[in-house]
């Protein structure tokens, strides 16, 4: 029996009483997965990751994660406006030193250091976002739409990178790439609600129109 790393059981979530968003959602993640999660937009692909890491609190069912140590890319990063700090400096606050000096060489950010991060590209600062959450080395990455708005080099270093860390870690993406999510993920979780199941990435021509109601 594989190691669990998430446990997620009857899970239901709504942000407002009259709008069901999570009706009942359960799938189990294990040790060492590459775990895809796809869907139409609003089907709270992202708001099942807060879930996941406590930022938001399940209305019923459970949510379960094993492990010491989870790192996790935002969609959509909001950095303080107030923030004028650089690279290292951001770095710097998430974990010392000579724990991000791999972090740094690994996603090639040594320009970047020394400029301030929102003065950077978008496709920079998702860089910067995806060393933030590998600093501390986490067991767990969790992440939403690393590869959004990136070009095509950065997309297949980015994709390179994943490719690198999934062979020891855990490894959950939310994306709307399918060609990644299809080259990458062992098992994909298809959350188009109320349409929710696990598949593999060999069955998803035969569900894609359900869960995106095409006709
Ligand atoms: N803080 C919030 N308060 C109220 N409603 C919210 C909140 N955050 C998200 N929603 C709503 O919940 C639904 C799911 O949002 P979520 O961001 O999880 O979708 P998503 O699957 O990540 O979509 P996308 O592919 O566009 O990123 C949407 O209808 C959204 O408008
Ligand atoms: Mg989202």
């Known amino acids: 029996m594989p190691d669990k790393v998430i446990e997620v059981k009857d899970l239901r979530f709504r942000y407002r009483e009259e709008e069901p968003l999570i009706e009942g959602l359960s799938f189990e993640v294990f040790r060492g997965e590459f775990f895809g999660i796809m869907g139409p937009n609003g089907a709270g692909k992202s708001t099942l990751l807060k879930l996941l890491l406590g930022f938001l609190k399940p209305r019923e069912g459970q949510v379960k994660l094993f492990g010491k140590s989870v790192g996790y890319v935002p969609q ?29 060489a690994f996603l090639h950010l040594e320009n970047l250091l020394k400029r301030p991060f929102i003065k950077l590209s978008g496709g920079e600062q998702q860089k910067v976002l995806l060393a933030m959450a590998l ?64 598949i593999r990435p060999s069955e998803f021509n035969s569900v894609m129109r359900e869960l995106y109601r095409l006709h």
């Open 76 to 104: 959509r990063f909001s950095v303080e406006r107030a923030f004028t700090g650089s690279v290292q400096e951001l770095l710097r606050a998430v974990a010392p030193k000579e724990k991000v000096g791999w972090v740094i």
């Open 135 to 198: 600093a501390t080395n986490p067991e767990l990455l969790l992440l939403d739409e690393p590869t959004a708005g990136l070009d095509i080099h950065a997309q297949t270093h980015i994709e390179e990178v994943l490719k690198e860390l999934a062979k020891d870690r855990t490894v959950v993406v939310v994306s709307h790439d399918l060609g990644f999510i299809l080259r990458n993920a062992d098992r994909i979780l298809c959350l188009g609600a109320p349409f929710c199941r696990v």
